[in-house]
């Protein structure tokens, strides 16, 4: 995040240029994210626990601006809706922080020499890169005020939701020794980060809503599989 490192935040317009800079930092780090999991090596995990730490820094920094702009007489004349919707945003990015801590700390302890018998690795690699792909249309769908680009965001999540539930139900299907199966829980760990971080990626896109409507807006409960999906009524 070197872009903005060390920059003011004085304007509404300054915050949403740090945030837009850091969810897209957290998208180019699900890259190496999906990297270190079917192919470690040296310095990746650093990179993802550097990663959440300029997240998490970066988030405080833009709630401590946006808290001091709300009580500024010049802030006042701007619109109200976006200084609520950046510390949305901004949330999320230190929830995102956490998810890459948690997916690091699994990472460390995967024993490489391990078969991934059921291929999950494949899979988590995959969600890995659908959540990037989340957060970057997330972030253009708020950057270009874009309701029906924000509404697309959630549909995309059914894919990471349907990678969750496969390598849940593959690690319910593993027949296999202790090494394996020790494998095959931190891959449900991992994939139960990367779902949230595509849930992050639809709140930050249901922001944009907040920002045509001025109503909280929820496009659906990110955390259930959706009817369209599992066919259930």
Known sequence: MAEVSGRK????????????????????????????????????????????????A??????????????????????????????QVAQHQGLIANQFELIAEQLAEIDQDVLDSQRTGQKLAQMAKLAGVQL????????????????????????????NREVFQATLDLDGGRAQRELAYRHVLIARSLERIADNAVDIAEQTAFLQTAEPRQFTDASTPHKRLTGEV
């Open 136 to 163: 970057l249309d997330a972030l253009a769908a708020f950057t270009a005020r874009d309701v029906a680009a924000a509404e697309q965001t959630e549909r995309e999540d059914d894919a990471v939701d349907r990678l």
């Open 9 to 56: 935040l004085h304007r509404l317009s300054d915050v949403e240029d740090w945030i837009r800079v850091a969810v897209h930092h957290a998208a180019t780090t699900l890259t190496v994210v999906a990297d270190a999991i079917t192919v470690r090596e040296p310095g990746m995990l650093e990179t993802i626990q550097a990663s959440a730490r300029d997240l998490r």
């Open 58 to 87: 970066g988030s405080r920094q833009a709630d401590t601006a946006l808290i001091r702009m709300t009580s500024d007489s010049v802030a006042q004349r701007d619109d109200p809706r976006i200084p609520l919707a950046l510390m």
